[in-house]
């Protein structure tokens, strides 16, 4: 049976182990092609631990519906949860680790180095008494784009490249430029460090690795409600 593919991916209170997420992206795609796309903020992250330079690389105080300078949004009395928008909700963390459960159970998690935010999110459910149930193996698109430029013999072929990309591919290579050597643009302007528009750069960029010769396919998709 084929699982559900997850896009998965987080924006964090920084790089260290104690860190918690704040915002959280998912786009489900069960084998059918049916896509569900869901975006969550947790209303009361804890940021006693954050980096400062984290927050700031993810625009935490720009982004975050709770924290942002101009116009903040908070829960309504008593609510554990808010609907800001199609697919968009500002939750507790408890009612975050629900939807996140219910959205990655029984599914394969897609990533750019998805470990980071299977780990992260993983402390979530836990913290609230939920058992990850997602696939144990996690799909990284960077070492797909590394074996499938590899396959390619990215050095043959460097005349038919831009001059600055045909360069060498020994790790650590940067994952915007490697996305642009598999043909997909990474994330610009306002989707850049948001965790929705890395899930769907990530989205974009596996299906490239998986059907290099088609053009983009077509899914029926739904917001989650």
């Known amino acids: 049976m084929t699982n559900?593919?997850?896009?998965?991916?987080?924006?964090?209170?920084?790089?260290?182990?104690?860190?918690?997420?704040?915002?959280?992206?998912?786009?489900?795609?069960?084998p059918n092609g049916y896509?569900?796309?869901l975006r969550v903020f947790v209303a009361d992250v804890d940021l006693s631990s954050a980096e400062l330079m984290g927050l700031n690389v993810g625009h935490f105080y720009d982004t975050h519906p709770s924290?942002?300078?101009?116009?903040?949004?908070?829960?309504?009395?008593?609510?554990?949860?808010?609907?800001?928008?199609?697919?968009?909700?500002?939750?507790?963390?408890?009612?975050?680790?629900v939807l996140v459960e219910r959205m990655t159970r029984g599914a394969t998690i897609v990533g750019n180095n998805p470990t980071f935010d299977v780990e992260v999110l993983a402390a979530m459910l836990r913290r609230h008494k939920l058992c990850p149930a997602w696939h144990y193996h996690p799909i990284d698109v960077v070492s797909q784009a590394l074996g499938f430029l590899s396959v390619l013999n990215l050095r043959m072929l460097g005349d038919l490249l831009a001059p600055e990309l045909a360069e060498d591919l020994t790790p650590p290579v940067k994952s915007d430029k490697l996305s642009k050597l598999c043909g997909i643009t990474p994330p610009e302007g306002?989707?850049?460090?948001?965790?929705?528009?890395?899930?769907?750069?990530?989205?974009?960029?596996?299906?490239?690795?998986?059907?290099?010769?088609?053009?983009?396919?077509?899914t029926t998709s739904v917001q989650a409600q």
């Open 67 to 97: 924290f942002r300078t101009d116009s903040p949004m908070r829960l309504p009395a008593g609510d554990e949860e808010f609907q800001t928008g199609p697919g968009v909700w500002l939750a507790v963390e408890a009612k975050a680790a």
């Open 4 to 30: 559900a593919l997850v896009f998965l991916d987080t924006e964090t209170t920084g790089l260290h182990h104690d860190r918690r997420p704040w915002e959280i992206a998912l786009i489900r795609r069960e």
């Open 35 to 37: 896509t569900t796309e």
């Open 190 to 218: 306002d989707d850049r460090h948001t965790a929705i528009g890395d899930a769907r750069w990530v989205q974009r960029w596996y299906d490239r690795l998986s059907n290099p010769l088609d053009g983009d396919d077509e």
